[in-house]
């Protein structure tokens, strides 16, 4: 079956530790989508890549990198420099040619929480 | 800052009632999109609206767009108790990022 895996499911943070969020899809999707969502909130978007090798800026990259050397993967690292991580961390992806016309395929998330 | 807004924000409903949320958004858009949360998971994309389309159905879900006013609404009818989940839009606002913005959504509960 195709789809996105995010693992692990749920990651602890220790104070001054980064930590890295793996998404990996089997989409043979383009583009790739990193978002974060607080208790009861909307989507707020971290970073997204249109291509291998490239990815841009959303609303709230601050605190976090990403890369994109596999078509298939976008890990996301969430570094000590980000001060409030506890959030319910979401990766998605889709065909990226046309992003406005194509749906987005999620994966079930990743919950950070600070020990 | 969000570009989609729904409303309700919370709403709770009998099974077999419909159930209707709405979508407000502030710049043009070419298509607006609504998916649909389960607590704890990821989010499910239900239905795509083309900005030159005013209704679309799928099964018994209908969504409206009015550009207009730009606004969008989301009709299940006949709810079921499976049917209680969070529910958002999500528009694609001419600013250059290509990538979706997704409202705050509307958390629906269908007692049974």
């Known amino acids: 079956d195709g789809g996105i895996t995010q693992s692990p499911k749920y990651l602890f943070r220790k104070e001054g530790q980064n930590v890295t969020l793996s998404c990996e899809q089997n989409l043979n999707h383009d583009a790739m989508y990193w978002y974060r969502q607080d208790p009861g909130q909307g989507l707020r978007l971290i970073y997204y890549?249109?291509?291998?090798?490239?990815?841009q800026k959303g609303d709230i990259a601050e605190g976090y990198s990403v890369s994109r050397e596999k078509k298939e993967s976008f890990p996301l690292t969430v570094t000590s420099a980000q001060k409030n991580p506890t959030a319910f961390y979401l990766c998605a992806s889709s065909i990226g040619r046309d992003y406005s016309n194509q749906p987005q395929h999620f994966g079930d998330g990743t919950r950070l929480s600070i020990l | 800052s969000q570009q989609g807004e729904e409303d309700p924000q919370a709403l709770s409903i009998q099974e077999g009632e419909n159930a209707t949320m709405n979508c407000s958004y502030k710049?043009?858009?070419?298509?607006l999109q609504w998916y649909r949360q389960n607590s704890g998971r990821g989010l499910v994309h239900l239905i795509l609206?083309?900005?030159?389309?005013r209704e679309k159905h799928s099964g018994r879900l209908r969504v409206t767009l009015d550009t207009s006013k730009k606004s969008s609404s989301l009709l299940i009818t006949a709810s079921r108790a499976a049917d209680t989940a969070s529910y958002f839009c999500?528009?694609?606002?001419?600013?250059?990022?290509?990538?979706?913005?997704f409202g705050s959504g509307t958390r629906l509960q269908v007692q049974p």
């Open positions: 609206i083309r900005s030159n389309e």
């Open positions: 890549s249109q291509i291998v090798n490239d990815f």
């Open positions: 710049t043009s858009i070419n298509n």
């Open positions: 999500a528009t694609d606002p001419y600013t250059g990022r290509r990538a979706l913005t």
